[in-house]
């Protein structure tokens, strides 16, 4: 029981302070990397295979879903790289 509570504060607390920080910096304004999201693609898309074959859960393949569609995103978004 006391663990649950304590649990519990860790959680608002965590989520208090991640609205604070968000809150403080909503006016600051950051270009995207596009070309993180072809890094991102081909680590998800290389996990969700990996472990779709190792595993024997066609479940796991829902991964590879995920990278294709930031791989998807980073191509899409070619024209914003930075040279």
């Keep these: 029981m006391v663990q649950t509570i304590y649990l519990l504060v860790?959680?608002?607390?965590?989520?208090?302070?991640?609205?604070?920080?968000?809150y403080a910096k909503k006016?600051?304004?950051?270009e995207i990397n596009s070309q993180q999201f072809i890094a991102i693609g081909v680590?998800?898309?290389?996990?969700?295979?990996?472990?779709?074959?190792?595993?024997?859960?066609?479940?796991l393949i829902g991964i590879s879903g995920v990278g294709v569609a930031f791989l998807a995103i980073g191509l899409k978004n070619r024209d914003k790289w930075n040279n």
Excluded: Y
């Excluded at 860790?10 to 968000?22: F, N, Q, R, S, Y």
């Excluded at 190792?54 to 479940?59: D, M, R």
């Design 10 to 22: 860790l959680g608002i607390t965590v989520i208090a302070v991640t609205a604070l920080i968000a």
């Design 43 to 59: 680590v998800f898309l290389g996990a969700g295979v990996t472990l779709s074959t190792s595993t024997g859960n066609p479940g």
């Design 27 to 30: 006016d600051e304004q950051r």
